[in-house]
């Protein structure tokens, strides 16, 4: 008879966070058995990012109360500690919400953050995909303590595909972690320390790298933006749609943003942590600079379908399921079909459905507009 081999189940630990237990491996963070649990218990992040090595432990967004060390040593841990960087222990018990220490620390470091951030959302291609937004109205107070003017930088041009506004950068870091480890020569980086420090590149080198558009994708303000989507739309008005493309250096695996049929904005594909998709083979599905600012048409695309959007943001308004239209209300309010309807285009020229806004390289500013009116006439 053949030896049976006795194979021991790999130790789990038992954490409870907020009064939810949870079974987890060894090795895990804080954070990530929080993600297990999932809904309000999971703290907000703004530096940590999953597929980046070495992220995290910079923001102090995360901060969580431990309130009892472990089985073997329930001293509570004197210092409120960073979620996405401290392990958990066996028998650890966790506070989030459950934490008046944790939630007024949060709001300082809101404050913090909104110190030297400028409150430019509504010229801001961010808006409404942004996390310090999502941040301060979940967890920031309604006004600011500070005096003092904000802090200004010498604008740096950066290159064809990304715009830099420094004064919105909030120093994550994610930007430089994604830069070493995606493409094969990082070109910027933090330059000077504390309140002097800035992402900055040496001599104003353009970030070409093939790979360099996905830290657009990890920036979780608008420090760093699309330059071919800059100014063409707000977000909330355009619909994600799940595509794919054989592509030689990339998955291939995007989320198109449409304005009708035209493409505004191509991006990596993100999972409800607002992180770039992780697939079930491990791959990450970080995107090429092609796929992203050289296919903005449609003919380029296989379209899967709506893109789920499963975080409670704006981005889920503008959603037809199937892509069917919306049903036309007008007659059912007013009981009879309209006998006249303005058509804003005969009487305006803002917006004029002959412009294609896909079509123009980079920004689109009123001088791009009225280049091509000019053209037109
Ligand atoms: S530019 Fe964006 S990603 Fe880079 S450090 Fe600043 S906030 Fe973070
Ligand atoms: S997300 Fe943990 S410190 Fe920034």
């Not at 739309?233 to 035209?262: I, M, Q, S």
């Amino acid at each position: 008879m053949s030896e049976e081999i006795k194979q021991e189940a790999p130790k789990k630990f038992t954490v409870t966070i907020d009064n939810i237990v949870v079974e987890v491996s060894p090795g895990t963070t804080i954070l990530q058995a929080a993600r297990m649990i999932g809904g309000d218990v999971v703290p907000p992040t703004m530096c940590y990012y999953t597929p980046l090595k070495e992220s995290g432990g910079k923001c102090r967004t995360c901060l969580v109360e431990v309130s009892k060390g472990s089985e073997k040593d329930p001293r509570p841990m004197p210092k409120l500690v960073a979620s996405c960087r401290t392990t958990v222990m066996d028998g650890m018990e966790v506070k989030n919400i459950t934490s008046e220490r944790t939630l007024h620390a949060r709001q300082g470091v809101v404050e913090f953050l909104l110190i030297n951030h400028p409150l430019d959302c509504p010229v801001c291609d961010q808006a409404g995909e942004c996390d310090l937004q999502d941040l301060s109205f979940g967890h920031g107070e309604g006004g600011s303590r500070l005096d003092f003017p904000k802090r200004t930088f010498t604008k740096h041009n950066i290159g064809p595909y990304i715009q830099l506004h420094m004064t919105r950068c909030i120093m994550c870091y994610r930007c430089v972690f994604a830069a070493d480890q995606l493409t094969e020569q990082r070109e910027h980086g933090v330059l000077d320390r504390g309140y002097h420090s800035e992402i900055a590149t040496y001599i104003e080198k353009a970030l070409t790298n093939d790979f360099i558009g996905n830290v657009i994708d990890v920036c979780p303000v608008g420090a760093l933006t699309d330059k071919t989507f800059r100014f063409k739309n707000r977000v909330w008005f355009t619909r994600p749609e799940d595509a794919h493309r054989d592509c030689d250096k990339c998955c291939g695996k995007v989320t198109l943003w449409k304005r009708g049929d035209e493409v505004l904005r191509v991006t990596a594909r993100k999972d409800k942590w607002n992180e770039v998709q992780t697939y079930e083979d491990g791959t990450v599905g970080w995107i090429c600079n092609e796929c992203r600012f050289e296919k903005k048409n449609t003919s380029d695309w296989i379209i899967e379908g709506p893109t789920n959007v499963s975080r409670h943001s704006i981005k889920s308004v503008n959603h037809y399921i199937n892509m069917l239209k919306p049903k036309e209300t007008i007659p059912d309010v007013m009981g009879r079909n309209p006998k006249l309807l303005l058509d804003i285009h005969s009487v305006s020229d803002v917006n004029d459905p002959s412009i294609h806004l896909s079509k123009i390289n980079g920004p689109a500013t009123s001088k791009t507009f009225n280049k091509l009116i000019e053209n037109k006439e």
